[in-house]
């Protein structure tokens, strides 16, 4: 079916023939998309879990927040595995372990196994994403990488926004176990495609993982999380609260810090003095926590207040992915040609409209006219800049770095959205979704979409120097 053949590198790009990009771009897309889906499609599933397993909206932030905390940290372990061992290698590796916590989600007997095994997947995922888009940096080269990346981001943004569909729909017809065995399938077929595809990869085999960095990251991220989530059972005057918040912030600063100086940093500082990579991370940061906020937010109170079913509750972001399909590879081949300034500062701004537009929301919760005008300006202005923002950030390092450039980014973007669910309870309270938390949530994520907009607007550069460190 695909003709497999040797592949050469140069200047860090591998040569290889139409058919392997074809092969590597489908691989690429499978594999992220089921990586992505399921970070979002447990959010439609999240009322429906705590009915059966008990714990309210603390096991619901923490059913999101578990598989985000391991996805975040490790993915930057991910990076650098996937440029000292390969990156065909390490997606096998990360697919086989996301089949295996697949199927121990769905066994899940009560809230903490769950949570332990969500954990566990978003280790599987932190191999996934990096290596993926990776292997795409590798062996796409000038116009034809801006728009096999476009394709890609489009893909993965989809993955955002059709997984509570997908989840309404398995709800609808099953249980909440099903969102995790719907997995199986996409992962096994990916699997085999992988065996289809022979390229010489470029690696980096004197490197070392950075061991400290991952233990401080994953303990610090933990920590804050779990301050942000648990105050709402202890109080912030608890000193398990303030401690281990505390202690989780001096362990991010001290994971910088580190990372500065140490020999083979799985977060290589020295990435960000490139311009547009460091200010397209920014605006990454606010950009997802935004999304993140608006996901889950959004999803759970159509579901308490607007007493929507899971499947209507998984169609309100359906226009989203429909709108992102037909544009966003399209905003990616304008972004390579016109540059990604433009689109990167007026896609965030869109995307705020669109949720300031949905605070015109009610006590009828009608879609139509309160829901769905908000949910078209924000999938345009979405379409507008997520090919355009990865372009940016990893149009500006080396390929030989791009396995670790990417998760880098990835990184940032789940830390973001973590982070933001995880504050949650502190926005819209710890209880059910009242209209009126559900309005400061969109005023909270349309005022970091604002920010990103301005982020982007000072800082992107259209034609930066590639930075080669």
Same mark, same amino acid.
């Given at each position: 079916?695909?003709?497999?053949?040797?592949?050469?590198?140069?200047?860090?790009?591998?040569? +290889?023939?139409?058919?392997?990009?074809?092969?590597?771009?489908?691989?690429? *897309?499978?594999?992220?998309?089921?990586?992505?889906?399921?970070?979002?499609?447990?959010?439609?599933?999240?009322?429906? @879990?705590?009915?059966?397993?008990?714990?309210?909206?603390?096991?619901?932030?923490?059913?999101?927040?578990? %598989?985000?905390?391991?996805? #975040?940290?490790?993915?930057?372990?991910? #990076?650098?595995?996937?440029?000292?061992?390969?990156?065909?290698?390490?997606?096998?590796? /990360?697919?086989?372990?996301?089949?295996?916590?697949?199927?121990?989600?769905?066994?899940?007997?009560? /809230?903490?196994?769950? !949570?332990?095994?969500?954990?566990?997947?978003?280790?599987?995922?932190?191999?996934?994403?990096? $290596?993926?888009?990776?292997?795409?940096? =590798?062996?796409? &080269? /000038?116009?034809?990488?801006?728009?096999?990346?476009?394709?890609?981001?489009?893909?993965? /943004?989809?993955?955002?926004? *059709?997984?509570?569909?997908?989840?309404?729909?398995?709800?609808?017809?099953?249980?909440?176990?099903? @969102?995790?065995?719907?997995?199986?399938?996409?992962?096994?077929?990916?699997?085999?495609?992988?065996?289809?595809?022979?390229?010489?990869?470029?690696?980096?085999?004197?490197?070392?993982?950075?061991?400290?960095?991952?233990?401080?990251?994953?303990?610090?991220?933990? $920590?804050?999380?779990?301050?942000?989530?648990?105050?709402?059972?202890?109080?912030?005057?608890?000193? @398990? !609260?303030?401690?281990?918040?505390?202690?989780?912030?001096?362990?991010?600063?001290?994971? +910088?810090?580190?990372?500065?100086?140490?020999?083979?940093?799985?977060?290589?500082?020295?990435?960000?003095?490139?311009?547009?990579?460091?200010?397209?991370?920014?605006?990454?940061?606010?950009?997802?926590?935004?999304?993140?906020?608006?996901?889950?937010?959004?999803?759970?109170?159509?579901?308490? %207040?607007?007493? %929507?079913?899971?499947?209507?509750?998984?169609?309100?972001?359906?226009?989203?992915?429909?709108?992102?399909?037909?544009?966003?590879?399209?905003?990616?081949? =304008?972004?390579?040609?016109?540059?990604?300034?433009?689109?990167?500062?007026? #896609?965030?701004?869109?995307? =705020?409209?669109?949720?300031?537009?949905?605070?015109?929301?009610?006590?009828?919760?009608?879609?139509?006219?309160? !829901?769905?005008?908000?949910?078209?300006?924000?999938?345009?202005?979405?379409?507008?800049?997520?090919?355009?923002?990865?372009?940016?950030?990893?149009?500006? @390092?080396?390929?030989?770095?791009?396995?670790?450039?990417?998760? *880098?980014?990835?990184?940032? &973007?789940?830390?973001?959205?973590?982070?933001?669910?995880?504050?949650?309870? +502190?926005?819209?309270?710890?209880?059910?979704?009242?209209?009126?938390?559900?309005?400061?949530?969109?005023?909270?994520?349309?005022?970091?979409?604002?920010?990103?907009?301005?982020?982007? =607007?000072?800082?992107?550069?259209?034609?930066?120097?590639?930075?080669?460190?």
């Amino acid at each position: 079916m695909w003709q497999r053949g040797p592949s050469r590198l140069y200047n860090g790009v591998m040569s +290889v023939s139409k058919q392997t990009q074809r092969l590597v771009l489908l691989v690429s *897309i499978f594999a992220s998309f089921i990586s992505i889906t399921d970070g979002f499609i447990v959010n439609v599933a999240l009322p429906a @879990i705590s009915k059966d397993l008990g714990g309210g909206l603390v096991l619901q932030q923490w059913v999101v927040d578990a %598989y985000m905390i391991t996805l #975040g940290s490790l993915m930057l372990v991910a #990076g650098s595995l996937s440029d000292l061992f390969g990156r065909r290698r390490m997606l096998q590796i /990360g697919l086989g372990i996301f089949l295996v916590t697949s199927l121990l989600c769905a066994a899940a007997w009560n /809230g903490p196994s769950l !949570i332990v095994f969500r954990a566990l997947q978003g280790i599987g995922g932190a191999l996934i994403v990096p $290596s993926s888009l990776a292997l795409i940096i =590798a062996v796409f &080269s /000038g116009s034809g990488q801006g728009k096999a990346i476009g394709t890609w981001t489009a893909w993965t /943004g989809i993955a955002t926004v *059709i997984a509570p569909f997908l989840g309404g729909i398995l709800l609808h017809v099953t249980s909440w176990q099903a @969102i995790f065995l719907v997995n199986v399938l996409p992962l096994l077929f990916t699997m085999w495609l992988l065996t289809k595809l022979d390229l010489q990869e470029h690696r980096k085999p004197n490197s070392a993982l950075d061991i400290r960095g991952a233990v401080t990251a994953t303990f610090g991220l933990g $920590s804050t999380v779990y301050a942000l989530i648990e105050q709402a059972h202890y109080g912030w005057d608890s000193p @398990i !609260i303030y401690g281990t918040l505390i202690g989780g912030v001096a362990l991010l600063a001290y994971f +910088v810090r580190y990372e500065q100086k140490a020999k083979d940093p799985m977060m290589p500082m020295y990435l960000f003095k490139a311009r547009n990579f460091s200010v397209g991370n920014a605006t990454t940061l606010v950009m997802y926590a935004a999304l993140g906020v608006s996901v889950f937010l959004i999803t759970i109170f159509v579901q308490q %207040y607007g007493h %929507y079913s899971a499947l209507e509750a998984g169609l309100v972001g359906l226009p989203i992915t429909i709108i992102m399909f037909l544009a966003s590879s399209r905003f990616g081949a =304008a972004a390579g040609k016109y540059g990604p300034r433009f689109f990167m500062s007026a #896609g965030p701004l869109l995307c =705020a409209l669109g949720f300031f537009l949905m605070l015109r929301v009610d006590e009828q919760v009608n879609y139509w006219t309160q !829901i769905l005008p908000g949910y078209l300006v924000f999938g345009v202005g979405l379409s507008m800049t997520v090919a355009p923002l990865t372009a940016a950030i990893l149009g500006c @390092i080396s390929a030989d770095r791009a396995g670790i450039g990417s998760a *880098i980014n990835n990184a940032i &973007s789940r830390i973001a959205g973590l982070l933001a669910v995880a504050v949650i309870g +502190v926005i819209v309270g710890t209880g059910d979704i009242t209209l009126q938390g559900f309005h400061r949530g969109l005023i909270f994520a349309g005022t970091l979409l604002v920010i990103g907009g301005l982020i982007s =607007a000072i800082g992107i550069q259209n034609n930066p120097k590639k930075f080669i460190p």
